[in-house]
Nanobody
């Protein structure tokens, strides 16, 4: 059974940092992604990474603040988030099973982890 388990969310002040983790079990994937969903908004693409070479790509709003990485031995991906702003407040989801910026293309999802940035 495939599982994606996120961790690392929390409350942080504006300008602060958080590092999210997503551990995959049950199979390996060619790529994985991070999405986020704020209250009343659609789920939006944040970042994705190709497992084989670690190449990542990002949503424009990341603006160099976020970095996605992977640790092959642990089948885990990370999202390092710096210079966080209140508009980054959302539930962050890990996803797998596609190479895409479109949420509906992904087959597997984690349960989500809340990130709250106070002003």
């Amino acid at each position: 059974q495939v599982q994606l388990v996120e961790s690392g969310g929390g409350l942080v002040q504006a300008g602060g940092s958080l590092k999210l983790s997503c551990a995959a079990s049950g199979r390996t994937f060619g790529s994985m992604g991070w999405f986020r969903q704020a209250p009343g908004k659609e789920r939006e693409f944040v970042a994705a990474i190709i497992w084989s070479d670690g190449k990542g790509w990002y949503a424009d709003f990341v603006k160099g603040r976020f970095t996605m990485s992977r640790e092959c031995a642990k089948n885990t991906v990370y999202l390092q988030m710096n210079s966080l702003q209140p508009e980054d407040t959302a539930v962050y989801y890990c996803a797998a099973g596609a190479i895409s910026r479109t949420a509906s293309d992904y087959d597997y999802w984690g349960q989500g982890t809340q990130v709250t940035v106070s002003s």
